[in-house]
């Protein structure tokens, strides 16, 4: 059958959340994802009716409207691209493509949710899956992270891994990458992580750069903070094989007075979950970069996660969802 003839297809990737050890993860402490499946972003690929042959792609929640020959730097040509060059190396013979492709997600921009990510694992799945190719878990990884390089400057691959595995990561950058086997527990600390969107965000890449001002101003005290939220990851992975959920909510706490010290939080943030803790969360801290996109709170069953997520957007949350 020709390309032209074929029937769209479609694959999606989950979203994340950092439970503890952003930042410090930059500089090789340890840190803990937890993949988010409640949210999905959704590419399709379909036959494009034109010629001459293009790839065109479409990201409605952006607005977004391109063709990779014209914009090849853009993360979604890229990786597009990327994969259909992978999918060329196993079959030399696959011609060049007319397709459009279509990038729509649950996640809102910028929530730190790994919205990048997911849709780099989405179109990398979505491509071999048009191809006919078999695109193993690993590679649909490592395509994903090279395009973080462009979201991020010098992610650390968490992101990438956690999402294209969606099973719990314990991560140390360039050394250990292991996948935690616990679904109980993680399916039961979910139901009772609530998210809260604060509206508003601040690139990765940027805060980043904050962390890193910071070290290299005194690498002494931002040694020791690292090597403490490297601490609170190691007790936290215990904490979470040993379904802990008190320990958990404490060292979120932790985790967050920590990233206040880095100068990743911001009022918004320290807000929401000062309001958790008042309703009764066992911890909360902020996820993912800071300085807006999402705190996680902890509620002591998934009944008190329905009402943790009413009492924080009587606090001013944007959105909230249950992990
Ligand atoms: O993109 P975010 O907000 O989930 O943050 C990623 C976590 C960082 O540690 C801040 C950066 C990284 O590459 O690990």
New binding site residues.
């Given amino acids: 059958m020709s390309f032209s003839d074929r029937a769209p297809v479609r694959a999606t990737a989950c979203g994340k959340l950092?439970l503890c050890g952003?930042?410090a993860?930059?500089y090789g402490r340890p840190a803990i994802a937890l993949p988010v499946t409640t949210v999905r972003t959704t590419v399709k690929i379909e036959a494009r009716g034109e010629t001459p042959p293009r790839i065109e792609i479409q990201a409605p929640n952006i607005k977004s409207h391109f063709y990779a020959d014209t914009d090849p730097g853009r993360p979604l040509s890229r990786i597009v691209c990327n994969t259909y060059e992978w999918c060329r190396r196993l079959n030399p013979a696959i011609p060049a493509q007319n397709i459009v492709v279509t990038v729509t997600s649950d996640m809102p921009v910028g929530s730190?949710l790994?919205t990048g990510a997911a849709a780099s694992v989405a179109s990398a799945r979505a491509v071999a899956a048009w191809l006919e190719i078999n695109l193993p878990v690993a590679d649909a990884s490592a395509l994903a992270f090279e395009v973080e390089k462009i979201h991020?400057g010098t992610?650390?691959g968490?992101?990438n891994t956690v999402i294209a595995y969606e099973q719990p990561l314990w991560f140390i950058k360039d050394v250990v990458s292991e996948l935690l086997e616990a679904p109980q527990q993680t399916e039961d600390l979910l139901s009772c992580l609530v998210v809260a969107a604060v509206g508003f965000s601040t690139t990765?890449k940027q805060?980043?750069d904050v962390v890193r001002e910071g070290f290299r101003a005194n690498r002494l005290r931002f040694n020791q903070y690292f090597d403490d939220i490297g601490f609170v990851s190691v007790r936290a992975r215990e904490a979470l094989l040993a379904a802990n959920w008190p320990v958990i909510g404490q060292l979120m706490d932790e985790n967050h007075q920590l990233l206040q010290e880095l100068n990743v939080s911001c009022k918004e943030l320290d807000a929401l979950c000062i309001a958790a803790r008042k309703s009764g969360a066992l911890g909360a801290k902020l996820s993912?970069?800071g300085r807006g996109?999402n705190i996680i709170a902890l509620a002591r069953s998934s009944a008190h996660a329905a009402e943790l997520r009413e009492s924080l957007l009587s606090s001013g949350a944007m959105q909230v969802l249950i992990g």
């Fill in positions: 950092i952003e930042h993860v930059v730190h790994g991020h992610p650390s968490i992101d990765t805060m980043v993912g970069a996109g």
